[in-house]
């Protein structure tokens, strides 16, 4: 939460210094409340829209894709891309 008590999405790092016998940590909190917003809206648009989308990586053979996709084509998050051929 912020200050004034509205929410937002973070992601963080911690990082340990040593300096001898001190330990220190340094912590790098970085807002993402504008990127969650902005996939939230992408969810709501292809789910409205029936889009969905995928990525493939063709060095891995690794197929990525979204829920809305799965829910198009009646897949299960539990299916790889050995059933998808």
Do not use: H, N
């Amino acid at each position: 939460m912020r200050r004034d008590g509205s929410r937002f999405f973070a992601t963080g790092a911690l990082t340990q210094l040593r300096d001898g016998e001190r330990q220190r940590f340094l912590k790098i909190l970085r807002d993402c409340t504008e990127q969650q917003r902005t996939e939230e809206r992408l969810r709501i648009a292809q789910q409205a829209g029936a889009v969905g989308t995928f990525e493939w990586y063709p060095d891995t053979g690794k197929l990525d894709v979204s829920d809305e996709y799965r829910r198009i084509w009646g897949f299960t998050p539990a299916r790889g891309l050995a059933d998808w051929q």
